[in-house]
């Protein structure tokens, strides 16, 4: 057993491995809650519903215009823009059906449109217009989809659809128009993108969860910054899968606010992942990063204000961000591997060497699939043809297995965290206890007694073991063991809510009240009396008797030194042994 004060440090220790065992559940739970709310937005159901209305692409017998110069082509899928430039007027015409099959309630219309001002007539009346006064103002117009009602009178009449570029190289492919009902085409829409919507949504919930409970379940500034510099790369991650599958742009009116913050987290993701590995690296590297942080920060800046001027819009920096986000990766690919393996050398620790090559596996996979997606990409945009179709799900698996790989370190390295805390406290636990008692030792009642101020009332009492010597020469020092042991449970039982009891070493003990538990002293030390003589109705062969004397900070003479009180308190310890001593004789 050990005294309130060893028990209050003890209890702190086991308080702090059931937080960080409570934390890890929580980060479970977090990632269990993530994942069942974005399912509960996402459910399986959804393809299996039955549709009222059938589905029509129009992909054929279409009229093609390019700055009014006629195409041969008729049909979309075989249409390939050659580098759509700034200000390319492209204009579509067919007829809508007019069968029965066709004739659906609530009809609309459902295509791609990439930085364009559109406008689409039926019958010769303009139904949809977009952009055209943010086109002759030069401002950004929106990557999204067009969900267009058509009027009740729509079967067989005209369809025209105009298309005006507001950026060089806008698109290069239109993709396919397709006509049914409204309310069936916004379902289309979202099975279509059913699971990378799925993971940006939890990516989102999850990195909202953690920046929400860290900063609760942390209090250690170091060891925060990492997992919320994590988390704000999962939040950025799936705001931009979100974004560039259209979701927000669909779901409410805010077009343009989904296209900017498409190229707004896009641009983010070099600077977050600088900031990351600032804080998971070391040496070089570490600076290195520093540079990259503050350079991708000065880039954005400037990107942001160019775009708020309307100089140059923020979509124009993709194939400039592409290749920064890959320089800035190499050095880690490259240079992480010499620092895993020396900060193995420095620090031998199994838990938190797996930790950071998970990451670096994890930063790995993720842009090698960033790198796929990238390429897929470029050939869509300036070879292919397909870029309304182009998705990025290379990219949103990566994001996923590295937000996994960062909270699997966090995971380990909060383990490895917990058992270098434990072999602390345990070493510290051995060094400042004494052996025999179990009470905090000379050591730590000094370093008790150092923290202490006479600003605030307290007492201490010295307290010797009388006769221990002659018990040792008597009985043995086996017995003279238990006789002190005796004596420490006795000041444990009667003074274990004070504010120290500890042993001096030898046969000297300390106690110490601080505060309103003064008041306590007389009835504390007739409680150790009584405790003591029943102790000695029960011994045979010895008797326990303890002398103490006890100063207070409030003999002002002392000065204002706690060590000179309690200085005081042992000379009135002596003196009150002395005189049992010559009572006895």
Not at 194 to 219: D, E, T
Request: aromatic share 12%; proline share 4%.
């Amino acid at each position: 057993m050990k005294c309130l004060c060893f028990f209050r440090y003890n209890n702190t220790m086991r308080r702090d491995e059931l937080f960080k065992n409570r934390r890890a559940v929580l980060v479970i739970a977090m990632i269990l809650i993530a994942f069942l709310l974005s399912l509960f937005i996402f459910r399986s159901e959804l393809p299996d519903r039955p549709k009222q209305y059938p589905l029509f692409e129009l992909d054929g017998n279409w009229t093609i215009t390019r700055n009014g110069k006629r195409l041969p082509e008729r049909d979309l899928y075989r249409l390939e823009p050659p580098g759509v430039l700034y200000g390319d007027k492209w204009v579509l015409e067919t007829k809508l059906p007019a069968d029965q099959v066709a004739r659906i309630s609530g009809a609309a219309l459902y295509f791609h449109t990439l930085q364009s001002a559109i406008t689409v007539s039926v019958g010769g009346e303009e139904i949809y217009t977009y952009g055209m006064e943010r086109y002759a103002e030069r401002r950004m117009l929106k990557r999204g989809i067009c969900l267009i009602p058509l009027p009740d009178s729509y079967p067989g009449k005209d369809l025209r659809i105009e298309i005006t570029a507001s950026e060089p190289i806008a698109f290069n492919g239109l993709g396919p128009i397709l006509f049914g009902n409204e309310e069936e085409l916004f379902l289309h829409f979202m099975e279509l993108r059913r699971v990378p919507l799925f993971l940006g949504v939890f990516l989102c919930i999850y990195a909202l969860f953690q920046m929400f409970f860290l900063p609760i379940l942390l209090a250690d500034m170091r060891r925060l910054l990492t997992p919320l510099i994590g988390s704000l790369l999962s939040l950025t991650m799936g705001l931009y899968i979100l974004c560039y599958y259209y979701l927000f742009g669909i779901m409410t009116r805010l077009e343009n606010l989904n296209t900017f913050l498409e190229y707004l987290t896009l641009y983010l993701l070099p600077l977050c992942f600088s900031i990351y590995l600032y804080t998971v690296l070391g040496g070089r590297l570490k600076k290195l990063y520093q540079f990259f942080a503050e350079l991708d920060a000065g880039l954005l800046f400037a990107a942001l204000m160019l775009h708020v001027m309307n100089l140059a819009h923020i979509t124009l920096y993709l194939q400039f961000f592409y290749i920064i986000t890959f320089l800035e990766s190499a050095p880690y690919l490259i240079g992480a591997r010499g620092y895993i393996r020396r900060q193995q050398e420095i620090m031998p620790d199994t838990l938190s060497h797996v930790a950071r090559i998970i990451v670096y596996f994890g930063f790995f996979i993720y842009l090698v699939c960033s790198l796929l997606d990238t390429v897929m990409y470029a050939y869509a945009k300036f070879i292919g043809g397909a870029e309304p179709e182009h998705g990025i799900p290379f990219f949103s698996t990566g994001a996923i297995v590295f937000t996994l790989s960062v909270t699997i370190q966090y995971f380990l390295q909060g383990i490895s965290h917990l058992r270098a805390d434990v072999i602390k406290q345990r070493l510290e636990e051995r060094a400042y206890t004494d052996g025999l008692t179990g009470l905090p030792n000379r050591t730590r009642c000094e370093l008790e007694m150092q923290k202490m101020t006479v600003s605030e009332p307290f007492v201490i009492i010295s307290m010797d073991v009388d006769n221990l010597k002659t018990v040792n020469d008597t009985f043995g020092h086996a017995e003279g063991d238990r006789l002190l042991s005796s004596v420490a449970d006795v000041l444990r039982k009667c003074f274990g809510e004070m504010h120290l009891v500890g042993r001096m070493g030898g046969d000297e003990f300390i106690v110490i009240l601080s505060g309103p538990q003064c008041a306590l002293l007389d009835a504390k030390l007739n409680e150790m009396q009584r405790a003591l003589f029943e102790l000695n109705l029960e011994e045979k062969k010895f008797r326990y008797d303890v002398s103490f004397g006890y100063a207070d900070n409030r003999e002002t003479h002392l000065g204002n030194h706690v060590r000179d009180i309690y200085m005081l308190a042992d000379r009135r310890m002596y003196d009150a042994k002395r005189r049992r001593r010559q009572e006895r004789a």
